[in-house]
């Protein structure tokens, strides 16, 4: 079983920048695949960054550039760097984490791009 709490989420101007982070119940490496999801009212969940155990990372096109995902075993949690923060980016985020074939979620943070 695994427990993730995240944090961080705010409102901020568009160009801005702000971290969210991932505090997760076991060891950050040993999950196969740790990320971060993105939802808004009336869309369905899509990716948006994440990282695998052996550390490669992925990011979707929209994001490339902007965001960096990140890690701290010591501290078992997870991040999103977030700079050039842009009005779409508005949305809740979601740590996601796949370890020993099961999928488990956070409860999501709200993150609010508006000048």
């Known amino acids: 079983q695994v427990q993730m709490v995240e944090s961080g989420g705010d409102l901020v101007q568009p160009g801005g920048s702000l971290r969210v982070s991932c505090t997760v119940s076991r060891s950050v490496f040993s999950m196969d695949v740790m990320g971060w999801y993105r939802q808004t009212p009336g869309k369905k969940r899509g990716p948006v960054a994440h990282i695998t155990s052996g550390g490669d990372t992925y990011y979707t096109d929209s994001v490339k550039g902007r965001f960096t995902i990140s890690r701290d075993n010591a501290k078992n949690t997870l991040y999103l760097q977030m700079n050039s923060l842009k009005p779409e980016d508005t949305a809740v985020y979601y740590c996601?984490?796949?370890?020993?074939?099961?999928?488990?979620w956070g409860q999501g943070t709200q993150v609010t791009v508006s000048s």
């Open positions: 996601y984490a796949n370890y020993q074939f099961q999928d488990y």
